[in-house]
């Protein structure tokens, strides 16, 4: 197996200063410090407005959260790199999207004020519908063994139409407030309305995000266990405030 030191990540971050809601930056941080705890090198490259974005280069993606109105800007912009981004996702590239970034990955986000084309690199939609989602959020998902905790607000309800959900709702709204799912799993992609940020609080998320972007370019790797010990006190702490004793439902 080859040497952690040997090893590099690039993260391409999509329109940081268009999809950047409640800390979703916050991501990219705890993917570079996991990857530096354990010697493997990382790197940030921010694509902006206009950016010729060169998938090949990159080991994972990250699409923040946004307004409608942000996100209707950056909507005309993913359409230039839709062909190349789906190329990217079927040959098991990394995606991390949040919220405004997950509702993209989708075929439309139909709103009051009009309907907005996804990316269709899934086949989910959303619609804007009475209300807000907002509050703490927590979820049991089968890619980590402690639940996964956040925080939702958003107007759009997703439908998965068969697509794998990210987590089954212990408590909160998730993808539409009434399926009793959230986010989406389809290959190393992961919508989520999770904002917190997502990773820094859900660790074992972060760390399958990073081992399945590794074993993508080098094959099978076995990430070091870091001293998550301040983490999971946080995580037990907000399932015991919000879901109380039976967490193995
Ligand atoms: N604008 C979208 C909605 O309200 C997404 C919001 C977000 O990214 N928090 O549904």
Not at 130 to 148: A, C, F, Q, W, Y
């Amino acid at each position: 197996m080859r040497r952690t030191s040997d090893m590099k990540i690039t993260i391409g971050h999509l329109y940081p200063d268009l999809l950047n809601l409640y800390g979703d930056r916050g991501n990219i941080a705890c993917m570079m410090r996991r990857c530096l705890w354990r010697g493997i090198q990382a790197e940030t490259i921010e694509f902006h407005m206009g950016d010729c974005v060169d998938f090949k280069e990159l080991d994972i993606v990250l699409l923040g959260g946004g307004s409608d109105r942000e996100q209707r800007i950056v909507c005309g912009e993913l359409k230039k790199i839709q062909g190349q981004f789906q190329d990217y996702v079927e040959d098991n590239g990394v995606v991390i999207a949040v919220c405004g970034g997950y509702q993209l990955l989708g075929k439309y986000y139909r709103t009051d004020a009009g309907t907005m084309e996804g990316l269709n690199l899934l086949d989910i939609c959303t619609e804007q519908e009475e209300g807000r989602l907002i509050g703490n959020i927590i979820l049991k998902s089968g890619l980590s063994k402690t639940p996964v905790v956040g925080f939702e607000n958003h107007g759009g309800r997703t439908y998965l139409n068969g697509c794998r959900p990210f987590g089954k709702v212990l408590f909160g709204a998730g993808n539409d407030g009434r399926s009793g799912y959230e986010g989406v799993v389809y290959k190393n992609v992961l919508g989520t309305y999770l904002h917190g940020p997502l990773l820094p609080k859900n660790p074992e998320i972060c760390d399958y995000l990073l081992e399945k972007a590794l074993e993508r370019k080098y094959g099978e790797v076995s990430l070091r266990k870091l001293d998550d010990r301040l983490e999971r006190a946080a995580n037990e702490f907000i399932c015991r405030r919000f879901v109380k004793g039976n967490l193995s439902h």
